[in-house]
């Protein structure tokens, strides 16, 4: 005889980048990191983040306008973000599809190996290695070289310690900026 069951009561799990398993019910909208059982504090990313978690709402505009994306989503947006650091950093990103699982909230989760402040670094540091590449192919090497001149003088730590502070990443209550 069938057992009689609640939707969204067979979630599961999914194993975190240091082993650990998780239920995906743990995580919810407004959490930025996950306090482990292994001791580490792993940074997690929803789909229903904002790419402004990282960008200024100006930046995050001309990325969705310059950046054609070829899959489901709109415009170029938070999962285009993680989905370059899953292939950079491979072995450090475990990501759970909840897109048949109403219970939890988001459609897409990431949690990463780093902390969230880590994450954050990464992510600007590799938006400035698609820009860069871009840039090399846009064919006008004077603007090449001034776009690197500027980029070995950005400071990715000093602005990602602005931007967290600007932001208020200390609280759920952040504000785009």
Known sequence: MATPRVPGDDVGSFELPCGTEIDPRDIDLGMREYSCSCGETHAVVTDAHPPSRFFPESFVTVL????????????????????????EFPE????????????????LVWVTGFDSRRLHEIVVELVIELMEHAMSHAGDDQAVSQFE??????????????????????TEHDQAL
């Open 64 to 87: 969705e306008e310059t950046i054609e994306t070829e899959d489901e989503f709109d415009s170029f947006g938070t999962p285009h973000l993680l989905g370059v650091t899953m292939e």
């Open 92 to 107: 450090q990103v475990a990501s759970y599809d909840a897109a048949d699982d109403g219970s939890v909230g988001y459609t």
């Open 149 to 170: 001149r500027q980029m070995l003088e950005f400071d990715v730590e000093a602005f990602v310690e602005e931007y967290r502070q600007a932001r208020e990443f200390e």
